[in-house]
Structure formats: structure tokens, C-alpha cells
């Protein structure tokens, strides 16, 4: 029994101090949540968190911080002009969410490497034709503001993946969207729109498609045709009616149509029709 015990405890020790002395434990990005703090670190620090503070302008020191990637500014007061932004050359991701912008400070489209860009809950009523220059841009979140349109230089951005426009005043989408062949997700929730945009047909990638809150009344049959979709989110649209033929929706694992006025009998096909999806009405 004793040399059973000692085998075990040897076993376990072997494979607590063998199998894993080639694994790292993930590496912390060096991270600074307060300016002074940033400024002690200046040469390692990779990213800045001062969401929610109060500052007497944007802070140029930032620009002394050559590993600087990752900086959040989340709800802070006192940023002015954001002049010396444009410095930050190694900036991965950027939030000026709650910042009350009203327009997107030029400094924004200086930074060529900028992959993530958060700007919601702001009151910005336009989106300046220069977010075309952000080619390394692969996330936007633009949720909460005043848009009622975008420019057509968005569909520049080749490499967007993920598109948020959740609580603007949209009724449409420009056709150059249909050059954003990367996307994969986009986010139209309570906005104006009366028909899905079309241009979203030429986007093979997409993967979660969200009009909920609009006033969509037909889904176009070419969108049970995109070979990716996973989710369909059209909760609140005066939907009645699915198309015919629903086969092209393989990928589709959700499909929300809750407060949709369609009638028992479509519940129905439409159940039939898509056994493996989970539907909610």
C-alpha cells in the first residue's frame, strides 16, 4: 500500500514538475493607471489607463512612450484638442468612448498602425471622409452617437472585421461597404433603417448580422445565401415572413425574431425548416 501511495506521489510530482517546464505563464503587458505612474515606466509601459479621469489636456508626455499600444480614455474630461496624438506611432487601440467629442479630432487618422477604435457615446454627427487612411483598422465601435450617414471612404478600410453602429439615426449603408470583404460582424441595433442594407450581400464573410430595434419589414432571400452567417438578430422588426427557401442558412446556429408579428403557421415552417437553430420568437 505504501509503495502504491509513493508511485502515485511520484507520478503526480513528475507530471506537475515535467510536463509542463516548457509552458510560460502568458506575459502581462506593463500597465500604467495613472499618467505619473506611465511617466515612471515610460520605457516599458505598453499601456495607459485613465478611463474616467479628469486631465488639463491630452497628455504630451504619452509621446515619450515608444512601446505605448494600448491607450484608454474612456469618460475623461479635459482632453482638448488631443494635439500630440499623432505622436503615439506605435498606438494598437485607442477609446475616446464618452469623451463628448462632437467631431473625430484629426490627430485619430494620423496613427497608421491603429487597429481597434472606440468612439461610442459621443454626440458625433458625422464620420470624417479620412477614416479611409486607418488601413490597419480592424475594429470600430461607433455605437451611441448621432450619425444619420457614413462616409463612402469607409469601404477603404480593407481589413475591418468587426463594424458597430448601434443607436445612431442610419437609414442606409453606402455601396462601398460591399469592398469590406473581411467583415465578419456588424451592428446596426436601433437605428432607422426600413430594409436590410444590400451591399451586405457582397460580404461572404459575415457572421453575426444584428437589426434589431429598426424597421425592417423583409428579409431579402440573397441573405439566407451568405455562406457564413451565424446569427440573425432582428428582434422588434415588423417581420411577418421569412423567405421560401431558408436551406442556404447551414452556418446559422441563432436567429431572434422576438417581438416579430409572425403567425403560428410561419412559426412553424420556419422551425421546420432550421431544426438545428436555435429560434426565438
Not at 491630452?58 to 484608454?72: T, Y
Not at 500630440?84 to 506605435?90: I, P, T
Request: proline share 6%.
Amino acid at each position: 500500500m505504501k509503495t502504491r501511495l509513493l508511485t502515485t506521489a511520484m507520478t503526480v510530482a513528475l507530471l506537475c514538475a515535467g510536463c509542463f517546464e516548457n509552458r510560460e505563464a502568458p506575459r502581462r503587458p506593463v500597465t500604467a493607471h495613472s499618467l505619473a505612474e506611465a511617466i515612471t515606466h515610460q520605457a516599458a509601459v505598453e499601456r495607459v489607463i485613465l478611463a474616467g479621469q479628469t486631465l488639463s489636456a491630452f497628455p504630451r508626455e504619452l509621446a515619450a512612450m515608444p512601446r505605448l499600444a494600448v491607450l484608454e480614455l474612456r469618460g475623461t474630461k479635459g482632453l482638448g484638442s488631443l494635439e500630440g496624438l499623432a505622436d503615439l506611432k506605435a498606438l494598437k487601440q485607442l477609446d475616446l468612448s464618452a469623451t463628448q467629442l462632437d467631431t473625430v479630432p484629426d490627430a485619430v487618422f494620423s496613427l497608421p498602425g491603429l487597429e481597434r477604435l472606440y468612439l461610442t457615446d459621443n454626440g458625433l454627427k458625422a464620420l470624417p471622409a479620412a477614416v479611409g487612411r486607418l488601413a490597419a483598422l480592424t475594429y470600430l465601435n461607433l455605437d451611441a452617437n448621432q450619425l444619420a450617414a457614413l462616409p463612402p471612404e469607409l469601404g477603404r478600410v480593407g481589413g475591418l472585421r468587426w463594424l458597430r453602429l448601434n443607436s445612431n439615426k442610419l437609414t442606409a449603408l453606402p455601396s462601398e461597404i460591399a469592398a469590406l470583404g473581411r467583415l465578419q460582424r456588424i451592428y446596426l441595433r436601433d437605428n432607422l433603417f426600413t430594409q436590410v442594407p444590400e451591399c451586405l450581400k457582397a460580404l461572404p464573410l459575415l457572421e453575426d448580422i444584428s437589426l434589431s430595434g429598426n424597421k425592417v419589414m423583409q428579409v431579402p432571400s440573397w441573405m439566407t445565401g451568405l455562406p457564413k452567417l451565424r446569427q440573425v438578430d432582428l428582434d422588434g422588426c415588423p417581420v411577418a415572413t421569412l423567405p421560401d427557401d431558408l436551406s442556404g442558412w447551414a452556418s446559422l446556429q441563432v436567429l431572434s425574431l422576438v417581438r416579430c408579428p409572425i403567425d403560428d403557421a410561419e412559426k412553424a415552417r420556419i422551425r421546420k425548416a432550421l431544426p438545428k437553430v436555435h429560434v426565438a420568437f
